[in-house]
């Protein structure tokens, strides 16, 4: 079984059945998880911010770290080994967006993440099928890409699956 580990910012797609794609305590940022079932392909995003116009240098060296520049690549990603372009077919679910070190709701960096990310999936008439939001627990996701299994581990709850 090969792994394909993510950092934040980072991307990752697969169509290899033993691959595992997965990244680490997600805590405000989020992943963005694809499956294509018929395809048995899988793809993440780990975004840690909603706009790159915050930080347009950081969005030239690491588009997948802003949900409006690194949505369109990971579906590009998929769309280069198979997947429809527009996201049909593709099983999408969220994970993180939780508020750490923020509590009393300052910045809402987990909360505006996750309405950018829903917004630009609304803008392709995608949404997702399942979601393991917010809330103040750090999170770890990863997917089998040929189960299509995601399993979530935090500290704070243990292993489950979504």
């Known amino acids: 079984m090969s792994d394909i580990v993510l950092g934040i910012g980072d991307f990752g797609v697969s169509n290899d059945p033993n691959a595992t794609i997965k990244t680490f305590a997600l805590g405000s940022c989020v992943a963005v998880v694809l499956f294509n079932p018929a395809l048995h392909a899988a793809g993440m995003i780990h975004i840690a911010l909603p706009e790159m116009k915050v930080n347009p240098t950081r969005a030239k060296e690491r588009p997948g770290f802003f949900a409006d520049s690194g ?20 099983k999408i679910k969220l994970i993180g967006g939780a508020s750490i070190m923020d509590n009393n709701e300052i910045f809402n960096i987990g909360k505006r ?30 997917i089998h890409v040929g189960t299509g299994e995601v399993r979530i581990f935090s500290p704070a709850r243990g292993t489950w699956t979504l």
């Not at 769309?79 to 996201?87: L, S």
């Open 71 to 90: 949505l369109p690549l990971l579906f590009g990603a998929m769309a280069r080994i198979g997947c429809d372009k527009k996201g049909k077919g593709l």
């Open 113 to 142: 993440n996750l309405i950018a990310i829903k917004k630009l999936l609304w803008a392709q008439g995608l949404g997702a099928v399942a979601e393991e939001v917010g809330g103040t627990i750090s999170r770890t996701v990863s």
